[in-house]
């Protein structure tokens, strides 16, 4: 099983400020992976696909990188509804399908 | 537009059985694998189980093999989840969640339901 590991579990940043969330694969999962939303009392929301691809409707603050066993979600200028958990969750390698562990970003 | 609704939830005691239910609308629920996910209270995301297109193939999670079966009406645009001999740990919200690229299961989850919450309790 792939283990996925988040960092930080907390971040605090200021609204308008950048944000920079990691996530780790305990093996290579090429660009398998994608990032999710979720707002408190809400159902996740997919955010990015295939590392770096945004998925419909998601702002261009939005954005994705890496590729193997590294990956980075970064938000730029955040907005007062971008405060919420973040998950990353690798698929290549399946059953079973793996997430973090969560990055809770709260407003500094 | 696209829609996944859950329902079922509810107490049950440790030992009983519960079926949740996803109705899907808005897109061909034929054309798409389908996914259970759970989040236990304060929790994290944890994938529970998989059904393709036609219900010809299932995974699972090993914490609900031999307890749960995943299993879908695409006529009546229905995904189910059989729950049995349920334990105290399986307590949490279960997300319908519909694979992102239809015919193969090396995707992201695109959409999802808001949820129902079992809880296991005596």
């Known amino acids: 099983e792939i283990v996925m590991t988040q960092s930080p579990a907390t971040l605090s940043v200021s609204p308008g400020e950048r944000a920079t969330l990691s996530c780790r694969a305990s093996?290579?999962?090429?660009?398998?992976l994608a990032w999710y939303q979720q707002r408190p009392g809400q159902a996740p929301r997919l955010l990015i696909y295939?590392?770096?691809t945004r998925a419909a409707g998601i702002p261009a603050r939005f954005s994705g990188s890496g590729s193997g066993t590294d990956f980075t979600l970064t938000i730029s200028s955040l907005q007062s509804d971008d405060f919420a958990v973040y998950y990353c969750?690798?698929?290549?390698?399946?059953?079973?399908?793996?997430f973090g562990q969560g990055t809770k970003l709260e407003i500094k | 537009q696209v829609q996944l609704v859950e329902s079922g939830g509810g107490v049950v005691q440790p030992g009983r059985s519960l079926r949740l239910s996803c109705a899907a609308s808005?897109?061909?629920?034929?054309?798409?694998?389908m996914h259970w996910v759970r989040q236990a209270p304060g929790k994290g995301l944890e994938w529970v189980a998989i059904?393709?297109?036609?219900?010809?193939?299932?995974h699972y999670a090993d914490f609900v093999k031999d307890r749960f079966t995943v299993s879908r009406d695409n006529s009546n645009n229905t995904l189910y989840l059989q729950m049995n001999s349920l334990r105290t740990d399986d307590t949490a919200v279960y997300y319908c969640?519909?694979?992102?690229?239809?015919?193969?299961?090396?995707?992201?989850?695109?959409?999802w339901g808001q949820g129902t919450l079992v809880t296991v309790s005596s």
């Open positions: 969640a519909r694979n992102f690229i239809p015919e193969d299961p090396r995707s992201s989850f695109d959409t």
């Open positions: 808005g897109f061909t629920l034929s054309d798409h694998a």
């Open positions: 059904v393709s297109f036609d219900g010809g193939e299932e």
């Open positions: 093996q290579s999962i090429s660009s398998f």
């Open positions: 295939g590392a770096s």
């Open positions: 969750q690798q698929y290549d390698d399946w059953p079973p399908y793996t």
